[in-house]
């Protein structure tokens, strides 16, 4: 999400100063800078970022209710941003979601800025409560709704747990990006783990003729 889509426009008259995302932007930059120089997140201040920034702390308090909030906006703006989804299939926006994971994970193994922040966050859970439901939540419900209409077009079986199926496809990334850093990540890796998967979730049940798992039941 953009600084401009974070703060949409709003159409009655003008209250207060403007919004301006110049100063925004050279808030987060404040910040990232910090973490460049190795200043653990409990030492983050308001203060501090408002001195680094060359801003007041009120202007910061304008836009962020406090440090949880801007550290947020601090590791979306580092991370590669989320593109429109194709809306051509199922499976084409199934990898292009994918592929952002990938491009994450890449992005987490270079960037000192997200390596640290990832896991000084862990330490957080204020921190992790918000990134968790302002970041992670709505892919997690768009990856959910790729999925229902894929099953409403056709293109997937109607008696799989979407909430497993996620799960299943954001998996092997995340293992290969989280749990095994060491582990490639190779351009076509979102395209393999895709189509892999949908092999046996369309509809007409599995090449072997072997039982579904429904969403009511879970494999003993």
Not at 59 to 70: C, F, M, P
Not at 83 to 90: I, R
Not at 100 to 106: D, F, K
């Amino acid at each position: 999400m953009s600084l401009a889509e974070r703060h949409p426009p709003n159409d009655g008259p003008p209250r207060g100063r403007p919004r301006s995302e110049a100063v925004e932007r050279a808030i987060i930059e404040g910040v990232m800078r910090l973490l460049e120089e190795g200043v653990p997140l409990a030492e983050l201040s308001i203060e501090r970022v408002a001195r680094t920034a060359g801003v007041g702390k009120a202007t910061i308090y304008r836009r962020w209710s406090g440090k949880e909030e801007l550290f947020v906006d601090v590791l979306r703006a580092a991370e590669p941003p989320d593109p429109p989804l194709p809306g051509t299939s199922m499976r084409d926006d199934l990898v292009l979601l994918l592929e952002q994971v990938r491009r994450r994970g890449l992005a987490s193994r270079s960037s000192a800025i997200l390596h640290n922040a990832h896991a000084q966050m862990k330490s957080s859970p204020k921190i992790w409560a918000a990134y968790h439901s302002t970041v992670v939540a709505p892919r997690r419900r768009l990856g959910l709704e790729v999925l229902r209409r894929g099953q409403e077009n056709g293109e997937l079986r109607t008696d799989v747990d979407l909430d497993l199926l996620n799960d299943l496809f954001v998996g092997p990334m995340l293992l290969r990006s989280v749990l095994h850093p060491e582990a490639d990540l190779p351009e076509g890796l979102a395209e393999q783990v895709v189509d892999t998967l949908l092999e046996g979730l369309r509809p007409g049940g599995r090449p072997d003729g072997s039982p579904s798992v429904s969403s009511g039941s879970r494999p003993s």
